[in-house]
């Protein structure tokens, strides 16, 4: 059975702070992305990656997954409150993605 | 864009009750899921569709039924309403199944009491 490790579980700051969340597994994944989702919504794709070793950058945040394609880091700079919300890891392979259980960010102004 | 629509947006239900929560997505994705949320548990597959009257099996799939005779329309209904059901239910559509990225709806928040 594929399983996705987020780290921390939940993260609390101060604006202006940086910070990074980790995604990790003991499998192979084809692509890894990423989703914020915010209190009342579903997730919303921020982005996907599919090479190893590859960083993507999307304003403030980066994205990098990891060399043997099992682990990938979100990096955001200069955290502001409207970072706040539910950011979840997921990969996939032949089949449905595989969804980590999240990290809870508060960012306080 | 209206993209993935789910309704309703609240519901409750008495134990025992029947409900079908509802989805349509405008995108003619041809993959689309259905997911329970509960605190701190991630998101779980219930069940999904590869395409127009083809559904499988997700991770959770007992007491919840689908059926997909449409490319559009993916529902998912429950039968016999237990306390355990209660969750939030998310419907999604995606291109293709592990690659490309999900599209959400924003949710049916479900209570049974």
């Known amino acids: 059975t594929q399983l996705l490790e987020q780290s921390p579980q939940f993260l609390s700051i101060q604006e202006g702070e940086n910070l990074t969340v980790y995604c990790n597994s003991s499998?192979?994944?084809?692509?890894l992305q990423w989703y914020r989702q915010e209190p009342g919504e579903g997730p919303v794709l921020l982005v996907t990656?599919?090479?190893?070793?590859e960083v993507k950058k999307l304003k403030r945040l980066t994205f990098q997954f990891g060399d043997a394609r099992k682990d990938s880091s979100l990096h955001i700079t200069a955290a502001q409150p409207g970072d706040t919300g539910l950011y979840l890891c997921?990969?996939?392979?032949?089949?449905?993605?595989?969804f980590g259980k999240g990290t809870k960010l508060s960012v306080k102004p | 864009n209206a993209g993935v629509t789910q309704t309703p947006k609240f519901r409750i239900l008495k134990i025992g009750q029947s409900m079908t929560l509802q989805c349509t997505q405008d995108?003619?994705?041809?993959?689309m899921y259905w997911y329970r949320q509960d605190p701190g548990m991630g998101l779980k597959l219930i069940y999904y569709?590869?395409?127009?009257?083809?559904?499988d099996k997700g991770e959770v799939p007992n007491g919840y039924n689908v059926s997909r005779s449409t490319t559009e329309d993916f529902p998912l209904r429950l039968e016999l309403a237990a306390p355990s059901q209660t969750s939030v239910y998310f419907c999604?559509?995606?291109?293709?199944?592990?690659?490309?990225?999900?599209?959400f709806g924003s949710g049916t928040r479900l209570t049974v009491v």
């Open positions: 999604a559509s995606s291109y293709l199944a592990g690659r490309s990225g999900y599209t």
């Open positions: 569709s590869v395409g127009a009257g083809i559904t």
């Open positions: 990656v599919v090479t190893g070793g």
């Open positions: 997921a990969g996939g392979s032949q089949g449905n993605l595989i």
């Open positions: 995108m003619n994705h041809n993959y």
């Open positions: 499998s192979v994944f084809s692509s």
